[in-house]
């Protein structure tokens, strides 16, 4: 197997080739003099099974592009198998249309994603699972909740609660309390714009408990801030924020803090200063997997 890293995902699709023991390629990428890109396999790929790292948050289109013509590329080498590792999948959020007159943004990029070369899929906590379907080639999703779980049992947390800020968020909150044999549940969220949130109070026992709130994005912050302000009404202990995807855009990290969050925890689906956690051992995983 090789693996090739995408600009977008250097240090993953490092640790991924580590793990699997495999080589690790990385393309020559340069933009013309007009911005548009230029990428190059320089290595020979023919007969090998083949893996491109790529993620494809800010500046999303971009690096898309890149995804899109690191497949082309190895797909012209005549490769024997070729796989998108996605860790972040960008517009995954607009999977159905919301008002007449959208577009389903997902269901045109799945399309492309195909269309360049891809014959299966690496995710990692997509939006909605159900929106895999777009695609026609085999998808897996594999999630960081467990990896996260495990982040916070080394830190010595004080009778913890993992907390979903929504009623999607359960699956995350459930997922990672298990690996502490903690306990979990989940806030009632509804959103007003794509900036503004409401998140009902409910009864919850966190006096002096540390809470992990846990969600698969975190975005501009909001959802966060909203149930954090709902736990320090009660007593609450320390307040940590965990996340597969750490977008955060606007200042949400400033925003966080301000109500008392005290360390963000992300992954490397997106590498940022967040990037705390790798989510190599579940690609992997899911790359042993293939065909079984
Ligand atoms: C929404 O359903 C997602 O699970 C996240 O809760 C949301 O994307 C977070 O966005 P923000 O940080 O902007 O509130």
Same mark, same amino acid.
């Given at each position: 197997? &090789?693996? *090739?890293g995408?600009?977008?995902?250097?240090? !993953?699709?490092?640790?991924?080739? %580590?793990? $699997? @023991?495999?080589k690790?390629?990385?393309?020559?990428?340069?933009?013309?003099?007009?911005?548009?890109?230029?990428?190059?396999?320089?290595?020979?790929?023919?007969?090998?099974?083949?893996?491109?790292?790529?993620?494809?948050?800010?500046?999303?289109?971009?690096?898309?592009?890149?995804?899109f013509?690191?497949?082309?590329?190895?797909?012209?080498?005549?490769?024997?198998?070729?796989?998108?590792?996605?860790?972040?999948?960008?517009?995954?959020?607009?999977?159905?249309?919301?008002?007449r007159?959208?577009a389903?943004?997902?269901?045109?990029?799945?399309?492309?994603?195909?269309?360049?070369?891809?014959?299966d899929?690496?995710?990692?906590?997509?939006?909605?699972?159900?929106?895999?379907?777009?695609?026609? &080639?085999? *998808?897996?999703?594999?999630?960081?909740?467990? !990896?996260?779980?495990?982040?916070? %049992?080394? $830190? @010595?947390?004080?009778?913890?609660?993992?907390?979903?800020?929504?009623?999607?968020?359960?699956?995350?909150?459930?997922?990672?309390?298990k690996?502490?044999?903690?306990?979990?549940?989940?806030?009632?969220?509804?959103?007003?714009?794509?900036?503004?949130?409401?998140?009902?109070?409910?009864?919850?026992?966190?006096?002096?408990?540390?809470?992990?709130?846990?969600?698969?994005?975190?975005?501009?912050?909001?959802?966060?801030?909203?149930?954090?302000?709902?736990l320090?009404?009660?007593?609450?202990?320390?307040?940590?924020?965990?996340?597969?995807?750490?977008?955060?855009?606007?200042?949400?990290?400033?925003?966080?803090?301000?109500?008392?969050?005290?360390?963000?925890?992300?992954?490397?689906?997106?590498?940022?200063?967040?990037?705390?956690?790798?989510?190599?051992?579940?690609?992997?995983?899911?790359?042993?997997?293939? @065909?079984?």
């Amino acid at each position: 197997m &090789i693996v *090739v890293g995408g600009s977008a995902s250097q240090r !993953l699709a490092e640790g991924v080739a %580590k793990s $699997l @023991g495999c080589k690790l390629v990385h393309p020559e990428v340069k933009r013309f003099p007009d911005g548009e890109l230029y990428i190059r396999i320089q290595e020979d790929l023919r007969g090998e099974d083949v893996v491109v790292v790529q993620s494809t948050h800010h500046p999303q289109n971009d690096r898309l592009m890149e995804l899109f013509l690191l497949l082309e590329a190895a797909k012209e080498q005549d490769v024997k198998h070729l796989t998108a590792v996605i860790p972040y999948l960008a517009y995954a959020r607009q999977d159905k249309l919301f008002k007449r007159g959208e577009a389903v943004s997902l269901k045109l990029v799945s399309k492309f994603i195909e269309e360049a070369g891809a014959q299966d899929v690496v995710v990692v906590d997509i939006h909605e699972e159900e929106s895999v379907s777009y695609f026609s &080639i085999p *998808v897996r999703n594999v999630t960081a909740a467990p !990896l996260l779980g495990r982040y916070f %049992k080394g $830190l @010595g947390l004080t009778n913890p609660l993992f907390l979903g800020p929504d009623e999607k968020a359960v699956k995350q909150a459930s997922s990672a309390a298990k690996e502490l044999e903690a306990s979990f549940d989940c806030l009632k969220k509804e959103r007003l714009t794509p900036n503004q949130v409401v998140t009902s109070e409910k009864s919850l026992d966190v006096e002096r408990r540390d809470v992990v709130i846990i969600d698969d994005i975190i975005s501009t912050g909001g959802t966060i801030v909203e149930a954090a302000k709902i736990l320090k009404n009660k007593g609450v202990g320390r307040i940590f924020a965990a996340c597969t995807h750490a977008v955060l855009a606007e200042n949400a990290f400033g925003r966080m803090a301000s109500v008392g969050v005290e360390r963000v925890v992300g992954t490397d689906t997106i590498e940022t200063p967040w990037s705390t956690v790798s989510v190599a051992p579940v690609v992997v995983e899911a790359l042993m997997k293939r @065909g079984s």
